[in-house]
Every structure is written in structure tokens, then in C-alpha cells.
């Protein structure tokens, strides 16, 4: 049996808090906690919240999955929260400007099918999965006055990027102080003994919900909250959905494959220790045999992206992306020779037939992508989002990046 003392190394590891006093603090909370719950016989309640604000999960989520993933092989009680009422706002949390609110529907339609991603990491035998519109749309105008009576202005202008804002004249509107309070209330709800999050939810967890259970008479959670955080295919920024750097859970294995193959190889070692799970000095031997010659960084880099789609498809799957990116990026042809195929009956605009065949997510997108040089109709640049493909053009290969293929022919299968 796990002693307290080694679950504590071991929950403790990769957080980190701005200060060393508060990680002090909270790793005597968590010990504390730890040994009142042995003594009452019962797990820790611990939990994450997620916010469907897009229908896909990312990799960057799974830091914090993975640290669920340990307390649950603790034996403890874990909750994948799904923040179905908090999206509906948006968190302002490292954001320069207000987010879109979202509707209930938005909200529905995004939170399908995140639990089963969630499980690619968690056990879900194990797993408690709820929703925080249980709670949170029940409160009426009195109860909000009342949970906000326990905080002052003061405190939320102090957050970094509330005060930036004030500082660069922008507008930080009153609903978004909603949000923290929102998710202080999880807590309260839950009766959480521990939760989980990332460095952008300091002020949430640590501040506001261990402020407003005190406030509430319940004993504060702890705030487990993760040192580092994954970079996007950019290599620098933060993983993000709103800013389009993610590799979605969602990804067919062959896209997750070639958008872990587009990583700068200095990220390399901070995607073996967040995703795979290396420890530190296995990632320095790693780039100590790449900074010597002895191995390729594209060799390594290829190893890493079938690892991941491993992870997160199955091996089969990794292999067959591995084929394919061979064949299109080492067999010289170009393009693959197993790609989708589409019918067309009459002429399309570039730019509608991308977001018909899901290649983009809006004529926006499209536009953007063609102005980038990054559209192809038979391995030529397509230059204007007016373009228009004609049925005698067909059959044709129409290319987004270096990654999606559809050959186009026509709807009654004539082939010029």
C-alpha cells in the first residue's frame, strides 16, 4: 500500500505556485488533508473543470488529466467536471478582451463527446463525470449578491490581466467577474477537498475558491496547480483553442500525427516530459544525444508524433499515419494515394467547397488559408478566395496545408 508520504511526492510533482511559501503551504494542506481523510476512512473529492467553449479537447488539457489520472491510481474520488454553465461566460483568465458569450445550444452541441475524449487518459470506471449547470442554474439574483459579498472589488482589478486592460484602456465588463465566482462555487458545491488546474487558474482556485469555502464554512481546497504548460504547434504560445496552435484529441490520427511532425524541434523535450511522461534527466540525455549528432531530430520527432497518436488512437493507427507521411514526404509523389474523394455536380467556390468537405471551419478560415499560399488544387497555389473549380477541371486534388487531400471528380463518375 501507498504510505501518505510517497503519494505526496508524487501528487506534488510538476506543480508549482509563483513562490515557494505558497508551495509549502499547500503541500501541508495536502498532506494534512491526506492524513484526515485516512483517518476518516474516505477518498480525497478531487476535480477539474473543463469548458466546452469548442467541441474538442487538446492535448494541453491532458496535464491536468494525467494529474487526475494519479490521484485516481491513489485510490481517490475524481471528478471530470464539465463547465456547461461557466462557458456561457467564457474564463477572462489571460485574455486581453472580453470572450463571445456562448448559448446553451453552443454549450450542448460542443459538450457531447468530452468525457469520452477525457477517458483516452482517466479511468472511466473511475470517474465521476458531472456538469455545473446542476448547481449553478439554480442560484437566483439573492444568491449571487450573497457569494459576492465575499469578495471586493480590489481583489479582482489586482488580477494581471484586469489591470493590463484598465492600463490599456480596454473594457473589462462587469458579467466577467462572474466567472471566478462561478467557479469558486464548483468548489463549494462539491465540497472539494483538492482541485486541479493550470498556471492561468491561480486566481480562481488558490484566491476565490478557497475564499469563498471558508466563507461558506466548508475547509479550503487545495490548488493543484501545474508548473508548466504546453506550447501549440507554434512551439511558443500557450496551447489554445482560440488561437488555433492545438492538436485536438478529436484529430484523425494521420492529422495528429503530421501537426506533431510541424513542432519546432525545441519543443521536442517539453512534449516527451508533459505528454509521454519523461522525467527531466531523461529528457536532457535526449537532447545531449541530439546536440551530439548521434540522433536525427526528425528521427526523434517521428518517434515522439507515433508515440502520441499511440496514446491516443492505437499503435495500428500510428503506424498506418506513419506510412502515409512517408509516402507523401519521403516517397517524392507528393500527395498520398489513399485520400478521400468527393463528388461534385456543378461548379464550387474554393472557399465554400473547403468548408463543405470540413477541411476548414469557416469561410473565414478559408479565406485566410488562400491568402497564405496554403491551398492547392493539383499541387498548384490557388491565389484568390473568388477561385471557382468547374466540372472541366475534374477530376482534380484539392490540398489544405501539408496534410488534408481530396480528389474531386465528377458527381456522374465521368473521368475526362
Known sequence: MTTIDEQLEVL?????????????????????????????????????GYDPRTSDLHLGHTITMRKLRQFQDFGHDVTFLVGTFTSLIGDPSDKDSARDQLTMRNVEDNAQTYAEQAFKILDKEKTRVRRNDEWLALLDFADIIRLASHFTVQQFLARENFSKRINDGKAIYLHEFFYALMQAYDAVAQEADVQVGGQDQLFNILVAGRKLQTGLGQKSQVAIIMGESLPGTDGEIKMSKSLGNHIPLLSEPWDMYGKVMSLPDKAMGIYHKLILGWTPSEVARLEAHIERGEAHPNEVKMRLARDIVSIFHSSPAAQAAQARWDEVFRGGRGMPEDMDEAHLSAAAEIRDLLLRLNMVKSRGEAKRLIQQNGVRLNEQKVNSPQATITLDMLPAVLQVGKRQFVRLVRADGERD
Open 12 to 48: 506534488m510533482s510538476g506543480t508549482a505556485y509563483g513562490d515557494p511559501d505558497t508551495r509549502e503551504a499547500m503541500r501541508r494542506d495536502l498532506h494534512a488533508r491526506l492524513l484526515e481523510c485516512e483517518r476518516e476512512g474516505r477518498p480525497l473529492r478531487v476535480y477539474c
